[in-house]
């Protein structure tokens, strides 16, 4: 039976007061360009596991982040740590595609998903056994993503609507974590390169932060990993 779970991480993380690293395999990116070569991938993946990621997404969108179903199933294949899938979900067939694929949790971001949407694609991930993660960028999604029953949160520190190319840090998670209730997890995501850029979101009060640039540019991720790992997390 499968048991990998991204609350588990999340629930971990709490419990032993360290905020956990998420790496997000995102292959391009409209700021950066390519970030990772397709034939590096099984490298990068073992570099990411020897350096104690906790758990890993990968957006699938092809258009500008080229990724793309048979990239995440290599993923998939490759380790066994709680994978998430980010996309531009807008039907129902893509969360049926996302369970086959073996993804174990989705993130819906609610500045991307059309009104009325929402309660749809999380009904049929639910139902499937998904993990659900609400991405927000603003107080608004924050009321929205509570309002339909969140467990976990993501705050964008940039905005995905504008294909990330603002300048959003990490103290956009730390002006709007005051507003998600205790019981809720944070993962926090963008824009971490450093250390200190972790601690500051340790501090916040979040369990996890996603971090995809930053490791995929590095000329030695596993290092990296391991050097943003072990922030202290506060309590909320
Ligand atoms: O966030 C989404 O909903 C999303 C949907 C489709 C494609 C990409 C999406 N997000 C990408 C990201 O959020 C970032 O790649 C991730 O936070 C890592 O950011 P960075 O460390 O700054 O590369």
Redesign the pocket.
Known sequence: MEDRSLYEVLKTARLNERCAVMA?V?FR?PRDGELIAPGNLDGYLDALIEGGVAAM?T?T?PV??A?GIDLAARIRARTALPLMR???FSTLSQIDESVNAGFDAI?L?LN?VAPGQVERLRDRAVRLGLEVVF?VHNEDHIREAVSLGAVVIAV?N?D?VAL?LDTGTVSRTEELIATIPHDVFVIS????YTKADVARAGEAGAEAV?????LAQSANPTELAKELNGARLWPR
């Open positions: 997000d995102k990116s997404s957006p969108d500008y982040f990724g980010k996309e531009f993130q971001s991307t991405g964008n940039r995905i990330e995501e963008s824009s971490f996603l971090v995809g640039t930053a």
